[in-house]
């Protein structure tokens, strides 16, 4: 039996919720669940066992800290190597070296939690190829994916606006072709 996928675009979240209903009763693990929309989906859009876990917060303050930290060293190092005469006041005042630390803290926050979403995102999505009902997310719909084997169900794409199936890789007819639903190549 060949592995397969199963694109099924959606045009609005009920329908999508109730083929998740269908793909849970049938068995089919989270793992093999895709779901993608060019706009945010509600909390009750996930397959069911899964979880969303999103390491943004611990790398943000992780980020911080390092921002900071770097921060604080540039200004306590540049003022080392440039030894001014100060009459007794400390060379690293610590009200100036701290607004350099906060811009510091804020920076690496920042840049730190842009990396993150963009790679739990998966992007950029360098030198891969769009898949083929991709134009239907860029015009608002909903696009699931499904991994299935030859001879399972495809109710769960019955309400759907259009569908197309992928044969995957490492399957018994070998390479990645796309093939329509409707003619099979």
Not at 159 to 182: D, H, I, V, Y
Request: hydrophobic letters at 40%.
């Amino acid at each position: 039996m060949s592995k397969s996928s199963l694109h099924a675009v959606f045009a609005s979240s009920d329908e999508v919720r109730d083929a998740l209903a269908i793909l849970a009763r049938d068995g089919v693990t989270a793992d093999d669940i895709e779901i993608r929309s060019s706009v945010p989906l509600e909390h009750d859009l996930v397959p069911a066992g899964s979880t969303l876990i999103s390491r943004v917060p611990w790398i943000a303050v992780l980020g911080g800290f390092v921002g900071g930290t770097l921060a604080f060293l540039l200004v306590k190092l540049t003022s080392e190597a440039y030894p001014l005469p100060t009459g007794g006041m400390p060379i690293v005042a610590l009200p100036t070296a701290g607004v350099i630390t906060f811009e510091g803290v804020a920076i690496g926050a920042i840049l730190c939690t842009v990396a993150t979403v963009f790679y739990e995102c998966g992007l950029p999505a360098l030198g891969r190829r769009p898949g083929p009902l991709d134009h239907h997310v860029a015009s608002g719909n909903i696009l699931v994916t499904a991994r299935w084997t030859d001879g399972d169900s495809r109710e769960w794409a019955s309400k759907a606006l259009e569908t197309e199936t992928t044969e995957l890789p490492g399957s018994t007819r070998g390479r990645w072709r796309p093939f329509s639903s409707q003619s099979k190549t």
